[in-house]
């Protein structure tokens, strides 16, 4: 076990939260964490770029945190549609939007996240959405690692277990596993579209 441990403060909202953090730097050093957190009766809760709203991360009393941005590794471009207007990607979960964009420019997911900054295994375990749909939504797999020790390929061409936590662990925000990696679809941004920002007005807003 060579995670390195710190003291960790989470402030979420109007709350925040003191815990002894962790930062694996592989799967294996996270079953170490889950069997030790077993051991010891500890709760372990799942952190990555800390970017939820309110006090999802926010560790409860006797936990340990676990920084799982550490697990980042490289994204990789497994397939490109035939149309040109998409791809898929594969990427860590613990890379933000930001990287991910900086690393295929000119595409985007169909229904990103509020924020640039917030990872994209973070992401998928809150399930964000917008206006038109969830960023679950242009996922075709991912992988988890479950506190059992065992590493599942959750898809809809999985197993029955496999295509039950494909369709499970969006929105619970780590309980079920740590996911290390994901399946996204990204389709081109037309070269004629373009974004306009327009301040209203600027200075302190009267009462």
């Known amino acids: 076990m060579h995670s390195v441990a710190t ?4 402030k979420g909202g109007l709350d925040e939260a003191r ?9 294996a050093e996270v079953l170490d964490l889950y069997r030790l957190s077993a051991a010891a009766g500890r709760g372990l809760t799942l952190v990555g770029a800390q970017k939820s709203f309110g006090g999802h991360f ?55 996240p509020t924020s640039d900054g917030i990872s994209v295994g973070g992401a998928l375990a809150s399930c964000t959405h917008n206006m ?3 960023f679950a939504d242009s996922v075709r797999a991912f992988t ?23 369709e499970s662990v969006p929105g619970t925000f780590g309980a079920l596993g740590v996911i290390t990696d994901i399946e996204l679809r990204l389709r081109a941004i037309p070269a004629e579209q373009s974004v306009r920002v327009e301040v209203l007005s600027r200075g302190r807003v009267s009462d």
């Open 19 to 27: 815990a002894r953090c962790w930062f694996p730097r592989s799967e």
């Open 7 to 10: 003291e960790f403060l989470a």
């Open 132 to 134: 038109a749909g969830f």
């Open 58 to 112: 926010l560790c409860h009393e006797g936990a340990d945190a676990c920084d799982v941005t550490g697990l980042a590794r490289a994204t990789r471009l497994p397939e490109r549609e035939e149309d040109g207007q998409a791809i898929w990607v594969k990427v860590a979960a613990g890379v933000t939007f930001r990287q991910m964009l900086r690393e295929f420019p000119g595409y985007r997911p169909e229904n990103p």
């Open 144 to 166: 988890l690692l479950a506190p059992n020790g065992q590493s599942y390929r959750c898809s809809p061409q999985g197993d029955a277990l496999e295509r039950a936590l494909f």
